[in-house]
C-alpha cells in the first residue's frame, strides 16, 4: 500500500469504533512469518494470520467459511 502499510491501517479502522471499526474482520496474508511478525500482527489488532502460499482452507477457516 503506498501510504500505509497493514499495521497502520488495521489501527485506524480499529481506532474508528463509532463507524463499526471495531467489528471488521481483518486477516492478513503475509509471508512475514516469524514469532515476532506474528505478535506485532496480533497486537495491532488483526484477527487472523495467514502465511504464504496461501493454504485455502486456512483462509477460509480465518474468514469464518
Known amino acids: 500500500m503506498p501510504v500505509m502499510d497493514g ?3 488495521t489501527k485506524r479502522i480499529r481506532s474508528a469504533g463509532d463507524h ?10 503475509t509471508s512475514d512469518n516469524t514469532e515476532s511478525d506474528i505478535l506485532r500482527i496480533a497486537e495491532c ?3 487472523a ?3 504464504k502460499p ?5 483462509l477460509c ?3 469464518g467459511s
Open 54 to 58: 496461501i493454504d485455502f482452507r486456512a
Open 20 to 29: 463499526g471499526g471495531e467489528k471488521v474482520c481483518i486477516v492478513t496474508v
Open 45 to 47: 489488532g488483526m484477527d
Open 61 to 63: 477457516t480465518a474468514l
Open 7 to 9: 499495521y497502520e491501517a
Open 49 to 51: 494470520h495467514v502465511p
